[in-house]
């Protein structure tokens, strides 16, 4: 996948811990670092983009998506021909479909995760919330304060009082993505997700680094995300192996320090397990995985 992956890539120089008025903290080269372990890269996608390439490749490889089909319950049970434990997976609508092994990647909110424990387990809440927007960098290379952020691309973290804001350059330098970290104020049985409003986004960030306040300045419009996170579970697997979780479900990772690479990694070390399962059909090679979780 890496020529694909890497058209949609924009390549970061470096990283830096700033504090909220703008001075460096400390600083990493990206090149010197992957330098150090041959065959690495530092790269950022905007996910949507991510997304479809994973599953272009996943279709190519024979891989048949279906939509509006959500999953109420999983059924181990000793179907398989080869004499191993599969599983039946029950949809919404009643259809009940039979498989070798069950992936529940289904999220902060997974439904399977409360199958495999047997109890209604919802996410956590962590007491922040996350603001997060995508700017044009068209408006910001009109300004010179703001125009290296996007010709020389970085990934810069302001550090301050009760806050802190993540920024990097997404679509080959066309957007510029902000991730900023409060305290949460939304209703505590409420959504999730909800509209922001803009001047209240602002407000919380007078007085930091000039650049932050030209950056929200350019923002029309946000959503602000409820932050959760997920308890430990003994093991993400069921004892047969014919069930396992993945991604948020069972590990949630937060969005301090722009950490959904943890997840990626992960997945893509669990894939190539999936891969040689798929070849062969043992599915002992998938307890390496197994026992991480």
């Excluded at 952020?149 to 302001?158: D, S």
Aim: glycine share 8%; proline share 5%.
């Amino acid at each position: 996948m890496l020529d694909s992956l890497s058209r949609y890539a924009t390549r970061p120089k470096c990283v830096n811990m700033l504090s909220w008025k703008g001075s460096i903290i400390s600083s990493l080269d990206f090149a010197s670092s992957a330098a150090q372990y041959p065959g690495t890269f530092y790269w950022d996608f905007h996910r949507a983009d991510l997304h479809s390439c994973l599953l272009r490749r996943a279709v190519e490889l024979g891989a048949v998506v279906r939509c509006k089909a959500r999953v109420v319950d999983v059924k181990i049970d000793s179907e398989s021909t080869k004499g191993e434990d599969g599983a039946t997976v029950v949809l919404d609508g009643g259809e009940q479909i039979w498989c070798d092994l069950v992936v529940g990647a289904d999220g902060i909110n997974s439904r399977l995760r409360e199958l495999l424990l047997k109890k209604p387990d919802p996410p956590i809440p962590t007491g922040d919330l996350a603001y997060r927007l995508l700017l044009s960098t068209s408006d910001m290379l009109e300004d010179p304060s703001l125009a290296e952020l996007v010709t020389n691309p970085q990934v810069n973290y302001w550090l301050g009082p009760d806050a802190h804001a993540v920024n990097y350059v997404l679509k080959g330098g066309k957007l510029f993505n902000m991730v900023l970290l409060v305290p949460d104020d939304m209703p505590a049985d409420g959504a999730s997700t909800l509209e922001g409003n803009v001047v209240e986004m602002r407000k919380l960030y007078e007085g930091w680094d000039p650049r932050i306040e030209k950056l929200l300045g350019l923002c029309e419009s946000v959503y602000k995300w409820r932050l959760c996170i997920r308890g430990p579970m003994e093991s993400w697997s069921h004892e047969s192996g014919a069930w396992t979780m993945l991604g948020d479900a069972v590990h949630a990772t937060l969005p301090y320090l722009a950490s959904g690479w943890v997840l990626f990694t992960l997945w893509f070390s669990f894939r190539r397990s999936l891969f040689v399962y798929f070849r062969t059909g043992t599915r002992h090679i998938l307890l390496p995985y197994l026992k991480i979780s």
